[in-house]
């Protein structure tokens, strides 16, 4: 079973739709989570941290059950500037000096005008 | 806003030769790290280092690779005899601490071609 797994997708929305991705990862230990977004042949870039009670920055949403170990990541009023790939990431806890990112192969959204 | 830099932002290299692949962290973060995506695949791990060590290293960071910290400010990735394999974007990432929240910042990427 892959560590993360994220549907690849692609999401093809229009501008305005409201678009949901999410990700399951299977090591019960990982302590952080958090989406990156990543440009066609760019570096990722942190989108948000996500945190057990959910937490929201604008329009973008994101949830965590750890008991599902499951993700999510809402965005609403979708822009064009939106497109890109969504990076589901977590990262195990501290103890033993864990500090690596895992990465989900990533989902594809488009949003066409 | 602070950024990390990677230099070059493309290297063609032969099979066989060595590459050094070079990165500036953010000035005060203390833990660094490589990554690498091949075209179409996921980022993956291969090497964190703090306090000039290695700290942790996947499967895929062999004898074949090294990282160094020469001065206060670079931080290298080499790879000493390339293969085909090898061709893929490097990342090169760094974070404040070590912290289980602490986000990892990423700098552009070196795409590594090998012939």
């Known amino acids: 079973r892959k560590e993360v797994e994220q549907d690849p997708g692609p999401f093809n929305v229009p501008e305005g739709a409201t678009v949901a991705f999410n990700c399951t990862y299977s090591n019960s230990a990982s302590q952080s989570f958090f989406w990156y977004r990543q440009d066609c042949r760019k570096e990722p870039k942190l989108l948000m941290s996500v945190y057990s009670s959910g937490n929201e920055d604008g329009r973008f949403t994101a949830q965590l059950n750890r008991a599902s170990q499951y993700i999510s990541l809402l965005i609403r009023d979708s822009k064009l500037s939106d497109s890109a790939t969504y990076l589901c990431?977590?990262?195990?806890?501290?103890?033993?000096?864990?500090?690596?990112?895992?990465f989900g192969a990533g989902t594809r959204l488009a949003v066409h005008p | 806003e602070p950024e990390v830099t990677q230099t070059p932002s493309h290297q063609v290299t032969q099979m066989g030769q060595e590459v050094i692949l070079r990165c500036v962290p953010i000035?005060?973060?203390?833990?660094f790290y490589w990554y690498r995506q091949i075209l179409g695949q996921k980022v993956e791990f291969l090497v964190s280092f703090y306090n000039n060590e290695i700290s942790e290293k996947s499967e895929i960071f062999d004898d074949q690779f090294s990282v160094e910290r020469p001065d206060g400010s670079n931080f290298t990735l080499k790879i000493r005899s390339t293969k085909l394999e090898d061709s893929a974007m490097y990342f090169c990432?760094?974070?404040?601490?070590?912290?289980?929240?602490?986000?990892?910042?990423f700098g552009d990427g070196t795409r590594l071609s090998i012939l």
């Open positions: 000035s005060n973060h203390l833990y």
């Open positions: 990432a760094s974070s404040e601490a070590r912290g289980s929240n602490q986000p990892q910042h």
């Open positions: 990431v977590v990262k195990k806890g501290f103890s033993g000096g864990y500090n690596k990112l895992i």
